[in-house]
């Protein structure tokens, strides 16, 4: 998690006096990457992100773990985090992470429903049949 100020941002920017959760991608279109931009109240932002080859599950208890690791953070910062945690709703956080969390695992499970089917083409899972390459 890294946490940053978007001080002077655009008045309609999301993150501009409320709370708002943004999904991110990888730069290079790596579908194990995935994560989220969230803004706070005050101009401060924190990414959260991950790297997974499955899709993560349960997605709420995920997304439970990844907000309070966001209110762990902005406890440890004392009175400069005290606004953003009491001027924002966690629940409604939460939720927008297993969006997020539930957007992410399907991206994950196309790319592995894509493995299957180019494995399945080039033979290699077919087992006993012409195309079984096993053995040979």
Request: proline residues 5%; positive net charge; charged residues 30%.
């Amino acid at each position: 998690m890294s946490d940053e100020r978007n001080d002077g941002l655009h008045p309609r920017h999301p993150g501009r006096g409320k709370c708002a959760v943004i999904e991110i991608e990888s730069v290079d279109n790596e579908p194990e990457i995935g994560g989220f931009i969230i803004f706070l109240p005050s101009g401060a932002t924190k990414t959260v992100h991950w790297r997974e080859t499955k899709p993560i599950k349960p997605t709420l208890e995920a997304a439970k773990q990844y907000t309070t690791r966001i209110v762990d953070s902005l406890l440890r910062q004392g009175a400069a985090g005290d606004a953003d945690i009491q001027g924002t709703n966690w629940t409604s956080v939460a939720a927008a992470v297993q969006r997020v969390i539930l957007d992410w695992n399907d991206k994950i499970v196309g790319k592995i429903n894509a493995k299957m089917v180019r494995d399945m083409v080039d033979g290699t899972v077919i087992t006993g049949g012409p195309r079984d390459r096993r053995g040979r």
